[in-house]
């Protein structure tokens, strides 16, 4: 008897979680598909009815890990649109997120795409560019110059948080996430 669709979606997205959690920790190179598979309590049969290939399945990962972010969240009611990207990028450049079970694939993935193949850049690429609309949808921004503000406070949360998961020192992991979040909020009243 043939899988339900439920059961395949369930299954699918049992798959994407361990992938997520691996190569966020790992990188692409270190993880293997009988790793992604056993963590998550499947054969590698089960793989192949739902990817072609390790590098499809890393794209799926980083689109999977995006679309399931804090960014991904419905803005509660009663907060203007500011206030939820204020409450974010907090959230964003916090202790709990850099040392969180669920990192941003964004940070935690820039140096490890650089070596992947096109598929995997376009969906990293692409990731980027979803994270930068979003937030200027929030901020409210119309302008270049607000786009230009955007791409300068994404590109510094992400290397915030990717140099601060990397440091053993908690003092100045707290002192880099402080200063970007002062930071954020002033090219935020910029907008």
């Not at 649109?81 to 202790?95: A, I, P």
Request: charged letters at 20%.
């Amino acid at each position: 008897m043939p899988y339900s669709k439920a059961h395949k979606a369930q299954t699918r997205q049992s798959i994407l979680q361990s992938a997520r959690l691996l190569f966020s920790s790992k990188g692409y190179s270190a993880v293997t598909v009988d790793e992604v598979m056993h963590n998550c309590s499947l054969t590698r049969g089960a793989f192949y009815a739902h990817f072609n290939s390790k590098s499809e399945l890393y794209k799926a990962a980083l689109e999977y890990s995006a679309s399931n972010s804090e960014l991904a969240r419905i803005k509660p009611e009663g907060l203007s649109s500011k206030e939820w990207l204020g409450e974010l990028l907090d959230t964003y450049l916090s202790l709990e997120h850099v040392n969180g079970s669920t990192p941003c694939p964004l940070a935690f993935l820039a140096t490890d795409i650089v070596s992947r193949d096109e598929t995997a850049k376009q969906a990293y690429t692409q990731t980027y560019k979803n994270m930068n609309a979003l937030l200027l949808t929030y901020a409210g921004g119309k302008k270049n110059a607000d786009k230009e503000a955007i791409l300068s406070l994404t590109s510094m949360i992400i290397g915030a948080v990717a140099v601060a998961r990397t440091l053993q020192d908690q003092g100045l992991v707290k002192n880099i996430l402080y200063s970007c979040r002062q930071q954020a909020r002033q090219i935020l009243e910029g907008i």
